[in-house]
T-cell receptor
Framework: GDSVTQTEGQVTVSESKSLIINCTYS????????LFWYVRYPGEGLQLLLK?????QKGSSRGFEATYNKEATSFHLQKASVQESDSAVYYC????????????FGSGTQLTVMP | NAGVIQTPRHKVTGKGQEATLWCEPI?????VFWYRQTIVQGLEFLTY????????DSGMPKERFSAQMPNQSHSTLKIQSTQPQDSAVYLC????????????FGPGTRLTVL
């Protein structure tokens, strides 16, 4: 079945430094999956950060970017300069573009931004 | 827009008791999803409805778990004879039928089975 892998469980970065959170996926269905990044800030619910439904395109939101790389089957999340308020848990997810709409999530990456 | 509403936010049950969790999707959203989150298993899909019809329940445990959507404004997840391993945060999400299918999540119900 389909799967999403986030290799880093925890990432610590100093404020104003750059960030990359890795995400790779495996999708067995025909066509390319829709890809998402969700975020959970402390004390808040899970919310959509960005999405990309077309291979090769880039999504962006709140200074974060992610590019849908179908050759590498990757969807890494990047930010040029993080802020303390970015501290949160980030989840990469996919959904089948033609079949079930269920989201398949990675295990999540806890980002801590040090002042 | 109140977002997805889930009640109760916390529920504690004794082993063997029944638990019913409620979800009110965003008005106008025709798809409703249920997920479960635990530290060990992470975020797992349980089931979903589209236009109130059950579409995919492939993630639902075969026994004791059931879900319904009697009208477009709410869905319920019922767990009979709860067990300690059912302890988790249960998340409900809703989505428009058209578009990029992004799902909007509620705050979750934390179920603790003693």
């Amino acid at each position: 079945g389909d799967s999403v892998t986030q290799t880093e469980g925890q990432v610590t970065v100093s404020e104003s430094k750059s960030l990359i959170i890795n995400c790779t996926y495996s999708a067995t269905s025909i066509g390319y999956p829709n890809l998402f990044w969700y975020v959970r800030y402390p004390g808040e619910g899970l919310q959509l950060l960005l999405k990309v439904i077309t291979a090769g395109q880039k999504g962006s939101s709140r200074g974060f970017e992610a590019t849908y790389n179908k050759e590498a089957t990757s969807f890494h999340l990047q930010k040029a300069s993080v802020q303390e308020s970015d501290s949160a848990v980030y989840y990469c997810a996919l959904s089948d573009s033609s079949g079930s709409w269920q989201l398949i999530f990675g295990s999540g990456t806890q980002l801590t931004v040090m002042p | 827009n109140a977002g997805v509403i889930q009640t109760p936010r916390h529920k504690v049950t004794g082993k063997g008791q029944e638990a019913t969790l409620w979800c009110e999707p965003i008005s106008g959203h025709s798809a409703v999803f249920w997920y479960r989150q635990t530290i060990v298993q992470g975020l797992e899909f349980l089931t979903y409805f589209r236009n109130q019809a059950p579409i995919d329940d492939s993630g639902m445990p075969k026994e004791r778990f059931s879900a319904q959507m009697p009208n477009q404004s709410h869905s319920t997840l019922k767990i009979q004879s709860t067990q300690p391993q059912d302890s988790a945060v249960y998340l409900c999400a809703s989505s428009l039928v058209l578009g990029g299918r992004e799902q909007y999540f509620g705050p979750g119900t934390r179920l603790t089975v003693l």
